[in-house]
């Protein structure tokens, strides 16, 4: 070891060769993990990564050009709404199509709707779930207004009699059959 190093700051482990690291400047931190500098590599052509965009997969840390072409793992996903690569590890997936978190988001509002419930019409269109029975919400065949879940729910009830709708508390069971 070098003398220099006992004067120098311990700065803790290095995650990948387990080596105390010394001295500003030789390490880096990157997901919440200490490396040498020296050892902060591409996992597959062995580039110094500190400082560099990085990309990690599956225990993998990859620099960009081996992330998008080497091949080595599945090729980046498109956002299914803005059509753009998804670069970052955060991909989120909904009715079998990719978004970015930030594109993901109810075409009425534009409401983010990343970890919230949510409704697809028929055409695969994403809708907040306010927004989706606002305007998907059948009509009630007595008095004529949307059937809507009640304040605090995201799931409505109806009656349905001779495919016709109904409030719950607007159906007769005495209904003309005319």
């Known amino acids: 070891m070098d003398p220099s190093y006992r004067t120098s700051l311990y700065f803790g482990s290095c995650t990948r060769c387990s080596e105390a690291v010394y001295g500003a400047g030789r390490g880096c931190r990157a997901m919440g993990r ?16 500190s400082g560099q965009p990085f990309y990690t997969v599956s225990g993998g840390i990859y620099c960009e050009n081996d992330f998008l072409y080497s091949g080595v793992h599945p090729a980046p996903e498109v956002c299914n709404s803005c059509g753009y690569l998804i670069m970052d590890n955060m ?20 409401q983010s709707l990343e970890g919230q419930p949510f409704s697809v019409d028929s055409d695969r269109r ?35 009699s001779l495919d016709r709708s109904y409030h719950v508390e607007c159906f007769s069971g005495d209904v003309n059959l005319i």
């Open 34 to 49: 200490l490396f040498h500098d020296t050892c902060f590599t591409c996992s597959v052509c062995s580039k110094k990564l």
């Open 91 to 110: 991909v989120l997936q909904a009715r079998g199509r990719s978004y970015h978190p930030s594109c993901f988001r109810c075409v009425v509002c534009s």
């Open 126 to 160: 994403v809708y907040c779930v306010s927004d989706y029975h606002r305007l998907r919400a059948p009509c009630c065949a007595a008095c004529r207004t949307p059937i809507l879940p009640n304040e605090g729910s995201t799931e409505s009830i109806k009656v349905v």
